[in-house]
């Protein structure tokens, strides 16, 4: 079995059973050791997955480190285990720092059982950095975070490997990590970078008042526009067929002075998933209508997706908002029938029902288009 798919299935067990997990001892024994496991290593095995390693340090005697890790005979990655749900950015590692540094390990992990960060020497040689060069989610990560991750597994292990990209993993990912936190909540810094550049005006506390709104919707609004640039240019380049994302023309923002009586959703976020499953029902049911006249349209709960825009002629609803289960509500003669999909291309599974679907509603206007 491939990492990818060991590590959804921990992640699939991890989302059930996350809530009986309660001690640190349960969350090793549960998630901790089925993750080592995922990654090549004989758990069983104590010359290769050492658990409480021991290892005195200065006056301090008898410290243990949750696990240590022998790889071709050399100690290489040292573990520490906190419980489910502790939030590492605020766990006690002292333990961890002290045994970096009189052991031969070059990499040291500090997890709660669904986060893992990772740690080196990337600063100054022999003493872990206080920041990891790189942390990986089980239940929430991205295909690229399984690559890094599969450097850590016991065939694919390489000192240098790991280093040579480690540093720029760092910084990229600290970078990602400001650059999320302005799109969520835009500080007065960034604001103020960007009113300078298209207000003449001076920039005083009513001005920025003005502003925040509109910087954050700008931030959420552009990020749309290019993912929907994206995956047009991939459809057309799989179609052949130039596609236009049906989305509704914006409301012209009032000027700066009235900003504060937009009302603006900020809790309802169209993902990159959703519009992935939007274009692909586009596709499918082109056939049958024209593509122009389907539509999508996000809420809350879910996302809709529309013929002639009308919540009265829904195609298929997306309920991608659970990180780990996925499910699509398809309609037949006005009934709901809610499926769980394993990835968003199961919705082609489906094609012949969303045609029918749509053709139903052209049937019920006496007109189906050539």
Same mark, same amino acid.
């Given at each position: 079995?491939?990492?990818?798919?060991?590590?959804?299935?921990?992640?699939?067990?991890?989302?059930?059973?996350?809530?009986?997990?309660?001690?640190?001892?349960?969350?090793?024994?549960?998630?901790?050791?089925?993750?080592?496991?995922?990654?090549?290593?004989?758990?069983?095995? &104590?010359?290769?997955?050492?658990?409480?390693?021991?290892?005195?340090?200065?006056?301090?005697?008898?410290?243990?480190?949750?696990?240590?890790?022998?790889?071709?005979?050399?100690?290489?990655?040292?573990?520490?285990?906190?419980?489910?749900?502790?939030?590492?950015?605020?766990?006690?590692?002292?333990?961890?720092?002290?045994?970096?540094?009189?052991?031969?390990?070059?990499?040291?992990?500090?997890?709660?059982?669904?986060?893992?960060?990772?740690?080196?020497?990337?600063?100054?040689?022999?003493?872990?950095?206080?920041?990891?060069?790189?942390?990986?989610?089980?239940?929430?990560?991205?295909?690229?975070?399984?690559?890094?991750?599969?450097?850590?597994?016991?065939?694919?292990?390489?000192?240098?490997?790991?280093?040579?990209?480690?540093?720029?993993?760092?910084?990229?990912?600290?970078?990602?990590?400001?650059?999320?936190?302005?799109?969520?909540?835009?500080?007065?810094?960034?604001?103020?970078?960007?009113?300078?550049?298209?207000?003449?005006?001076?920039?005083?506390?009513?001005?920025?008042?003005?502003?925040?709104?509109?910087?954050?919707?700008?931030?959420?609004?552009?990020?749309?526009?290019?993912?929907?640039?994206?995956?047009?240019?991939?459809?057309?380049?799989?179609?052949?067929?130039?596609?236009?994302?049906?989305?509704?023309? &914006?409301?012209?923002?009032? &000027? %700066?002075?009235?900003?504060?009586?937009?009302?603006?959703?900020?809790?309802?976020?169209?993902?990159?998933?959703?519009?992935?499953?939007?274009?692909?029902?586009?596709?499918?049911?082109?056939?049958?209508?024209? &593509?122009?006249?389907?539509?999508?349209?996000?809420?809350?709960?879910?996302?809709?997706?529309?013929?002639?825009?009308?919540?009265?002629?829904?195609?298929?609803?997306?309920?991608?908002?659970?990180?780990?289960?996925?499910?699509?509500?398809?309609?037949?003669?006005?009934?709901?029938?809610?499926?769980?999909?394993?990835?968003?291309?199961?919705?082609?599974?489906?094609?012949?029902?969303?045609?029918?679907?749509?053709?139903?509603?052209?049937?019920?206007?006496?007109?189906? %288009?050539?």
């Amino acid at each position: 079995m491939e990492l990818v798919d060991k590590i959804k299935s921990l992640a699939g067990r991890i989302e059930r059973q996350k809530g009986g997990v309660l001690t640190e001892e349960a969350c090793k024994n549960a998630f901790v050791m089925p993750f080592l496991s995922a990654l090549g290593y004989d758990v069983f095995n &104590p010359e290769i997955v050492i658990p409480e390693f021991t290892a005195d340090v200065g006056t301090k005697k008898g410290e243990k480190v949750d696990y240590a890790i022998n790889i071709n005979g050399k100690l290489s990655i040292l573990v520490e285990c906190k419980g489910c749900g502790t939030n590492l950015a605020q766990a006690h590692m002292s333990q961890l720092f002290r045994y970096f540094s009189v052991t031969d390990a070059r990499f040291a992990i500090l997890t709660n059982g669904i986060e893992y960060w990772f740690y080196s020497d990337l600063d100054a040689p022999n003493k872990m950095d206080q920041r990891p060069f790189f942390k990986f989610n089980i239940v929430e990560h991205r295909p690229n975070e399984i690559c890094e991750l599969e450097k850590f597994s016991s065939d694919a292990f390489d000192v240098g490997t790991i280093l040579s990209t480690a540093s720029n993993l760092k910084y990229s990912s600290a970078l990602k990590a400001e650059f999320m936190k302005e799109i969520q909540n835009p500080s007065e810094e960034f604001i103020r970078m960007l009113v300078a550049r298209v207000f003449d005006g001076r920039f005083t506390a009513k001005i920025k008042d003005d502003f925040t709104p509109l910087v954050a919707t700008a931030i959420h609004d552009s990020i749309l526009d290019l993912l929907s640039v994206k995956l047009t240019n991939a459809l057309e380049a799989t179609t052949g067929t130039p596609n236009v994302l049906s989305r509704a023309a &914006p409301t012209p923002s009032a &000027p %700066p002075s009235s900003v504060s009586a937009l009302e603006i959703e900020t809790d309802i976020e169209t993902t990159e998933e959703e519009l992935e499953g939007f274009y692909i029902v586009k596709a499918i049911v082109r056939s049958v209508v024209k &593509p122009d006249r389907i539509f999508l349209r996000d809420a809350k709960s879910y996302c809709a997706i529309l013929l002639d825009d009308n919540n009265r002629k829904p195609l298929i609803r997306l309920h991608f908002n659970s990180k780990s289960i996925k499910y699509i509500s398809l309609f037949k003669e006005k009934t709901e029938d809610k499926i769980k999909i394993d990835t968003i291309d199961d919705i082609y599974l489906y094609s012949e029902q969303l045609r029918e679907t749509a053709q139903s509603y052209n049937l019920e206007n006496a007109k189906i %288009p050539a």
